[in-house]
């Protein structure tokens, strides 16, 4: 969720487009990071990226097509120890 969030934060301070995340910029995260030994591939960043929307840490949608992670206008990253 860090990783996605911290991530989500540099791009939109960098550009204009808001609410949208291609995957390849988290799997480019994950790559800086080393947090997998072998290079992540898109599909393994939308497996990790429904993981975390269906867990509740995200708030949005992947667009397989568009190879996007689609986020939610309001409260995109809900705090998770919210009750």
Do not use: W
């Not at 990783?3 to 800086?32: C, D, G, P």
């Amino acid at each position: 969720r860090n990783l996605v969030y911290n991530t989500y934060r540099f791009i939109n301070s960098h550009t204009n487009i808001n609410f949208r995340l291609k995957m390849e910029y988290i799997q480019h995260a994950l790559q800086i990071c080393e947090v997998d030994e072998d290079e992540s591939d898109l599909e393994e960043v939308e497996c990790i990226l429904a993981n975390l929307i269906y867990s509740g840490y995200i708030m949005g949608y992947i667009s397989h097509s568009m190879r996007m992670l689609v986020l939610s206008k309001k409260d995109p990253f809900p705090n998770p120890h919210a009750s």
